[in-house]
C-alpha cells in the first residue's frame, strides 16, 4: 500500500482529497501546515506528497527544499494562482509536478498515478542498466543512482541525475525538448517544456559548481533542445 502525505491548510480540501486517496488504496496522513508535513515525513516517510504552497508556519517551497536535502520521494505541488514563477519555482526546488486550484480530486488522482507510474518505470529501467558510465571526471552509477565529480558526490534529484544519465549515454546527440519530455518525465506527464528547461538550468548549475568547466556540459542548441558534448569537443575546451 503507498503512503500519501497530503499538506493542505483548508481542512475540507485535505478530507476530500484524503477520501478519493483511500479509494485507490492510498494510507493518507493529513498535515495543516508545513511544520507538521516535515514531521509526518521524518516520522513515518511517504511515496508521493501533495504539498499545497500556501500553508502557516512554513510554505510548500520550504518544505520541499528540506525534503529535498534528503529524499527524491515525488513530490506535487499545490498552487492557488497558477502563476508561472510559482510553477518554476517548485520545479527549480525538485518538485515533479504541478496543479492549479481550483481543480478536480479525480485530475489529481490522475497525476498522483502518472507520477507514480514514471517513477516505477525509472526503477524497471534502472535494474535493466545496472551500469557505470564515466565522461572523463564524472562517474555515473545508475545502480547506486549516484554521481561523482571529481570524486565528489553531486547531490541531485531523481530527474537531474536522469537527465544527466541520459545525456551522458549519448554525448553529442542532440534532443528536443519534447523528447526528453517523452523519455525522462513520459508521454503522460502534465507539464510543458519549461519543466525541462528548469530542471537543466538546475542540473547546469550544480555541475558548475563542482567543477567550472562542467557546467557547460550541456550544451543549448538553438531552436532545437540540448545536447552532451562530445567528449573531443569537451576536452579540447577543457
Given at each position: ?11 475540507q480540501?485535505?478530507?476530500v482529497l484524503a ?5 485507490e ?8 501546515d ?9 516520522e513515518?516517510?511517504?511515496d ?15 518544505v520541499c527544499?528540506a ?9 506535487i ?10 510553477r ?5 526546488m525538485?518538485?515533479?509536478?504541478y ?6 480530486p479525480?485530475?489529481?488522482m490522475?497525476?498522483v498515478?502518472?507520477?507514480l507510474r514514471?517513477g ?15 565522461y572523463?571526471?564524472l ?7 549516484s554521481?561523482?565529480?571529481n570524486?565528489?558526490p ?23 525538448r519534447?523528447?526528453?519530455l ?7 506527464y ?10 537543466i ?14 557546467g ?18 569537451f576536452?579540447?575546451?577543457?
Amino acid at each position: 500500500m503507498h503512503k500519501m502525505i497530503i499538506a493542505e491548510d483548508n481542512q475540507q480540501l485535505a478530507n476530500v482529497l484524503a477520501a478519493f486517496a483511500k479509494k485507490e488504496a492510498f494510507a493518507v496522513s493529513i498535515a495543516t501546515d508545513g511544520e507538521e508535513a516535515l514531521s509526518l515525513f521524518k516520522e513515518q516517510g511517504a511515496d508521493i506528497l501533495l504539498l499545497d504552497i500556501m500553508m502557516p508556519k512554513k510554505d510548500g517551497f520550504a518544505v520541499c527544499r528540506a525534503i529535498r536535502q534528503s529524499s527524491n520521494v515525488p513530490i506535487i505541488m499545490i498552487t492557488a494562482r497558477g502563476e508561472d514563477f510559482e510553477r518554476i519555482m517548485g520545479l527549480d526546488m525538485g518538485a515533479d509536478d504541478y496543479i492549479v486550484k481550483p481543480f478536480s480530486p479525480a485530475e489529481v488522482m490522475a497525476r498522483v498515478r502518472a507520477v507514480l507510474r514514471r517513477g516505477n518505470c525509472g526503477d524497471k529501467n534502472q535494474a535493466q542498466n545496472d551500469v557505470v558510465l564515466s565522461y572523463f571526471n564524472l562517474i555515473i552509477d545508475t545502480q547506486k543512482y549516484s554521481a561523482l565529480l571529481n570524486d565528489v558526490p553531486l547531490s541531485l534529484t531523481r530527474k537531474e541525475f536522469e537527465l544527466l544519465w541520459h545525456f551522458i549515454a549519448h554525448p553529442g546527440r542532440v534532443f528536443s525538448r519534447d523528447e526528453l519530455l517523452d523519455e525522462i518525465w513520459g508521454y503522460d506527464y502534465f507539464g510543458d517544456a519549461r519543466t525541462v528547461d528548469s530542471h537543466i538550468k538546475r542540473l547546469r548549475a550544480k555541475l558548475a559548481a563542482a567543477d567550472k568547466h562542467y557546467g557547460k556540459l550541456i550544451a543549448t542548441v538553438w531552436g532545437i533542445g540540448y545536447k552532451c558534448e562530445d567528449k573531443d569537443t569537451f576536452h579540447a575546451e577543457k
